[in-house]
């Protein structure tokens, strides 16, 4: 008698002639196999579930001048694009150390590289904040020639609704970057009060609607993302016109999810704590290039590298961001919000 778990398991059906929900995506979800059917979704412009595409690549490598024989820093791994072309840049001689906080990711993200010829020689994988970039660097042997961080949320993070991270998809209102520690986002609801919700919002994602969607949400037993999705709307309902409801209540659904996201990881504080150590940890002439996806972090990084540089600590900073091409915007709307920022250790 066959065991059933034996039995291979059939794929996903799914209704119509496409694939709607992450877990139907198999073909997505099985590049090895299906790499033609990845090549069709990037063409039109969307990114293939449970994969990411790294923003401003070219503009970074040029920014961090990668070089062989350097010693750098990923200090936001993420599905690995960023890292592996640098990594082709600093070989021979070379090493790179790419550091994450998600440990469901951070495994898929190694073995692909590794995969790609990058072994503990040139590349030193290692789960951790990058709040704790001080640790790093004895195992580094000192500072560094450059360091990278991409502060946006993966592709991967926010396609699985598993993981909470989405408006778009039912399921747990999570929101962890590393769901082992801390509290999820449906635990930090329970815990504000009004105010406290509506000035997280004001304060972490500029929402106009800051105090109505407060009102809706404050004291409702939300535990899901569908849930939580719902009251948003409604409370917007009576404010909008009817007309343009639906499509000016998304604005404020991704807002809301990233405040959310933001507090539950105290991405701020941790950033905060990032900028602190950098000028420390860059060799003289090192180069740090921090890509960021909303105005908070932007404006952190932007101060503390103005006053890095009235410090002498840096030599040079970005006289503006630099913002992805018209061409990249187009062809990955995920990026239209990015700012990149740079500085050169003096």
């Keep these: 008698m066959t065991d059933d778990a034996s039995r291979p398991r059939r794929r996903a059906r799914y209704r119509g002639t496409h694939p709607r929900q992450f877990q139907e995506k198999y073909k997505e979800l099985d590049p090895a196999r299906h790499a033609a059917e990845l090549d069709k979704v990037r063409e039109r412009g969307h990114t293939p579930a449970g994969t990411h595409r790294p ?66 020689d040139v590349l030193v994988v290692r789960r951790m904040n990058f709040a704790g970039l001080p640790g790093l660097l004895a ?15 993966s592709s991967m993070q926010i396609d699985n609704p598993a993981r909470g991270f989405t408006y778009k998809a039912d399921g747990p209102l999570d929101l962890r970057l590393n769901p082992n520690r801390g509290r999820p986002a449906s635990a930090l609801l329970r815990s504000l009060g009004r105010e406290e919700l509506a000035d997280l919002l004001a304060d ?57 996201r933001i507090a539950v990881n105290d991405e701020l504080g941790v950033l905060d704590q990032f900028l602190a150590h950098l000028p420390a940890a ?40 630099i913002r992805p091409s018209p061409e990249e915007r187009r062809a990955n709307p995920r990026s ?11």
């Design 204 to 260: 972490l994602a500029d929402e106009p609607h800051a105090q109505a969607i407060a009102r809706a949400v404050h004291g409702q037993p939300v535990t899901t993302t569908r849930q939580l999705a719902a009251l948003v709307r409604e409370a917007l309902k009576p404010l909008l016109d009817p007309e343009t409801w639906r499509s000016e209540a998304r604005g404020s659904l991704q807002r809301t999810f990233q405040a959310l």
């Design 55 to 120: 923003i401003c690549v070219a503009e970074i490598l040029e920014v961090l001048d990668p070089r062989p024989g350097e010693v750098g820093l990923d200090a936001t791994l993420g599905y690995g694009g960023h890292a592996q072309e640098l990594l082709s840049r600093l070989v021979p001689g070379g090493r790179l150390f790419g550091i994450d906080v998600d440990p469901l990711e951070l495994p898929r993200t190694e073995a692909r590289l590794r995969a790609l010829g990058f072994q503990e």
């Design 139 to 153: 195992e580094a042997g000192g500072p560094l020639d450059f360091i990278l961080a991409d502060l946006g949320v």
């Design 282 to 321: 860059l060799k003289p002439g090192g180069r740090v290039a921090i890509l960021s996806f909303h105005s908070g972090e932007d404006r952190r990084v932007k101060k503390g590298f103005q006053a890095g540089l009235r410090d002498g600590l840096y030599r040079s900073i970005a006289p503006d961001p």
């Design 336 to 346: 239209s919000s990015a700012k990149l920022r740079w500085a050169v250790k003096a």
